[in-house]
């Protein structure tokens, strides 16, 4: 019995040798041992650091927030805020969506790419990796609009100029 | 309740045709992670209820591919490690005894057909998330769903290579 599993397991492993190298990049998910599989939700790969940086980004904004003094001109912000938080959470769930169809995991090799190397992306896929660079780009703009309010306003106490600054901030740069 | 697609089940023996196999169950492993990102709803509904589908297309992929390994067991064009091996052998250099390709390539191209179909269909479902993400009340959801379903049934229709296999 003992044998038996014992050559199964050989048998697989050279299976998987082969499909590494005669493949679609990587091993198969489905040729896989379960601690090589495809990690739950955004992975450890590719798709988590997408999150991370737009996660970076919304940071970057709240942290510009807190500086202001509670008032009108910080509620304004908040909300800001509370739509860039919607925004970001939407994004994470594409990036999910990412992972479930291509996913990309640094704590493994056998998905055909060393940890901090950008997969091989096509179609859908692609598009995903598209959006979510767009998205990017837009969560950067608005916490750096962010930061250009709170100095040029903290302190000011304008809070009519501040709010005519974030309704601008929101429809003049659309979110993907 | 659909049965996990599982590449090791059919006798693929270890190669090519293993691989291809098992690509097509990545597909379908594929489409039921991306199922499961969605929100519950008449939608997320509708792609459980295709997913039995699904399992019927992977059903006839695995019966390409034991038939493929069966008649074609040894075909090395892409596996190097059994050219190597008919190169070594202690008789004469194998590798000439045998021709540029498989006899019959409709059989490959069915199995590659279906792997192309599954992929597909992950793909529509991966599209579908992304919009009902994108955009929770959007109305054209039928329509993409409508789309999904025929990508499905392409599926089923693709990769059957006359006068080799009939799908039930």
Same mark, same amino acid.
């Given at each position: 019995?003992?044998?038996?599993?014992?050559?199964?397991?050989?048998?697989?492993?050279?299976?998987?040798?082969?499909?590494?190298?005669?493949?679609?990049?990587?091993?198969?998910?489905?040729?896989?041992?379960?601690?090589?599989?495809?990690?739950?939700?955004?992975?450890?790969?590719?798709?988590?650091?997408?999150?991370?940086?737009?996660?970076?980004?919304?940071?970057?904004?709240?942290?510009?927030?807190?500086?202001?003094?509670?008032?009108?001109?910080?509620?304004?912000?908040?909300?800001?805020?509370?739509?860039?938080?919607?925004?970001?959470?939407?994004?994470?769930?594409?990036?999910?969506?990412?992972?479930?169809?291509?996913?990309?995991?640094?704590?493994?090799?056998?998905?055909?790419?060393?940890?901090?190397?950008?997969?091989?992306?096509?179609?859908?896929?692609?598009?995903?990796?598209?959006?979510?660079?767009?998205?990017?780009?837009?969560?950067?703009?608005?916490?750096?609009?962010?930061?250009?309010?709170?100095?040029?306003?903290?302190?000011?106490?304008?809070?009519?100029?501040?709010?005519?600054?974030?309704?601008?901030?929101?429809?003049?740069?659309?979110?993907? | 309740?659909?049965?996990?697609?599982?590449?090791?089940?059919?006798?693929?023996?270890?190669?090519?045709?293993?691989?291809?196999?098992?690509?097509?169950?990545?597909?379908?492993?594929?489409?039921?992670?991306?199922?499961?990102?969605?929100?519950?709803?008449?939608?997320?509904?509708?792609?459980?209820? /295709? !997913?039995?589908? #699904?399992?019927?297309?992977?059903?006839?992929?695995? $019966?390409? %591919? +034991?038939? *493929? &390994?069966? @008649?074609?067991?040894?075909?090395?064009?892409?596996?190097?490690?059994?050219?190597?091996?008919?190169?070594?052998?202690?008789?004469?250099?194998?590798?000439?005894?045998?021709?540029?390709?498989?006899?019959?390539?409709? /059989? !490959?191209?069915? #199995?590659?057909?279906?792997?192309?179909?599954?992929? $597909?269909? %992950? +793909?529509? *479902? &991966?599209? @579908?998330?992304?919009?009902?993400?994108?955009?929770?009340?959007?109305?054209?959801?039928?329509?993409?769903?409508?789309?999904?379903?025929?990508?499905?049934?392409?599926?089923?229709?693709?990769?059957?290579?006359?006068?080799?296999?009939?799908?039930?």
């Amino acid at each position: 019995m003992a044998d038996e599993v014992q050559r199964q397991r050989a048998d697989r492993e050279a299976a998987r040798l082969l499909a590494a190298r005669i493949g679609l990049p990587g091993v198969p998910v489905s040729m896989r041992e379960p601690e090589d599989a495809p990690g739950p939700g955004l992975g450890t790969g590719h798709w988590q650091r997408h999150v991370a940086r737009l996660s970076g980004a919304y940071e970057r904004a709240a942290l510009a927030v807190a500086q202001v003094p509670a008032g009108g001109v910080r509620e304004e912000l908040d909300d800001v805020l509370a739509v860039l938080c919607k925004r970001l959470d939407r994004y994470v769930h594409i990036a999910e969506v990412g992972q479930a169809l291509l996913p990309d995991d640094d704590t493994t090799d056998l998905d055909g790419t060393a940890p901090g190397m950008t997969p091989y992306l096509d179609g859908m896929a692609e598009e995903i990796d598209g959006r979510l660079r767009t998205a990017l780009t837009h969560l950067t703009a608005v916490a750096a609009a962010i930061e250009e309010i709170v100095s040029a306003d903290v302190g000011s106490g304008d809070s009519d100029e501040v709010i005519a600054a974030v309704d601008r901030l929101l429809t003049g740069v659309p979110a993907p | 309740m659909n049965a996990e697609p599982d590449a090791w089940a059919p006798a693929l023996g270890f190669g090519y045709w293993r691989v291809v196999y098992a690509e097509c169950c990545d597909a379908v492993l594929a489409y039921d992670r991306i199922v499961a990102t969605m929100p519950p709803g008449a939608v997320r509904g509708r792609l459980l209820e /295709l !997913r039995t589908e #699904l399992s019927v297309r992977l059903g006839s992929a695995a $019966r390409l %591919a +034991e038939l *493929a &390994a069966t @008649l074609y067991a040894a075909w090395p064009e892409r596996d190097p490690a059994l050219l190597e091996l008919l190169a070594d052998d202690p008789v004469k250099d194998l590798r000439k005894e045998l021709g540029t390709g498989p006899p019959d390539p409709g /059989l !490959r191209e069915a #199995l590659l057909d279906a792997r192309e179909e599954l992929w $597909r269909v %992950a +793909e529509d *479902a &991966a599209r @579908l998330a992304v919009r009902l993400r994108e955009n929770p009340i959007a109305t054209d959801v039928p329509t993409w769903l409508s789309g999904l379903a025929t990508g499905v049934a392409t599926a089923l229709a693709a990769g059957t290579p006359a006068g080799h296999l009939e799908d039930g």
